[in-house]
C-alpha cells in the first residue's frame, strides 16, 4: 500500500499539480457541465452559437478522467479538449487547458489545430465556471502557440 501512494505521489508531484488533489471528482464534473467556453479563445469562437456554452452544447460529449484533469472528445470523435488541474482554491482553478482537432480515417487532409492555454476559472454566481486566459502562462504550463 506504501508504493502505491509513493506512485501516486510521484505522479502528482510529476504533473505539477501539487494542489490538483484537493479538487474533487464533484468539482471536476461541475467543470465539465458547467464551463462557459465562449468566456476564452478556442475552437468553439468561429461556430458559436446562441445560448450554447458548454462542453455538451458543442457536442463533446465523450468523457475521459484522468488524476488532475479529464479529456472531453467531440461525439463524431473529431475534436479534443481538455485540461490539467495547476491549482486550486476554493473560489477558482488554474487550469492548462489544450484544444486539438483529431484526424479521422478518410480524412484528406492531417489537421493542425493544436493550441494549448494558461487559464484562470472561476464560477460566477448562477454557476457557469468562466476562463480568462493568462498571457504569461505558468510554470508548468505555457500558452502555444504564444499569441493563442
Do not use: H
Not at 8 to 31: I, P, Q
Not at 47 to 76: N, Q
Not at 91 to 105: E, I, V
Amino acid at each position: 500500500m506504501k508504493l502505491i501512494n509513493l506512485f501516486a505521489l510521484a505522479a502528482l508531484a510529476s504533473s505539477g499539480s501539487s494542489l490538483a488533489a484537493s479538487v474533487d471528482a464533484s468539482e471536476v464534473d461541475g467543470v465539465i457541465k458547467n464551463s462557459d467556453l465562449t468566456s476564452s479563445s478556442n475552437s468553439v469562437g468561429p461556430r458559436r452559437l446562441p445560448g450554447k456554452s458548454t462542453f455538451a452544447d458543442y457536442g463533446f460529449v465523450r468523457v475521459k478522467r484522468a488524476i488532475a484533469g479529464v479529456e472531453v472528445v467531440r461525439d463524431d470523435k473529431s475534436w479534443l479538449m481538455g485540461f490539467r488541474i495547476v491549482s486550486a482554491n476554493p473560489t477558482s482553478l488554474r487550469l492548462c487547458f489544450y484544444d486539438r482537432a483529431l484526424g479521422r480515417p478518410g480524412d484528406v487532409f492531417v489537421p493542425t489545430y493544436n493550441t494549448t492555454s494558461a487559464l484562470f476559472i472561476s464560477k460566477t454566481q448562477r454557476g457557469a465556471w468562466t476562463a480568462k486566459q493568462v498571457p504569461a502562462g505558468f510554470t508548468n504550463c505555457k500558452n502555444y502557440p504564444e499569441e493563442a
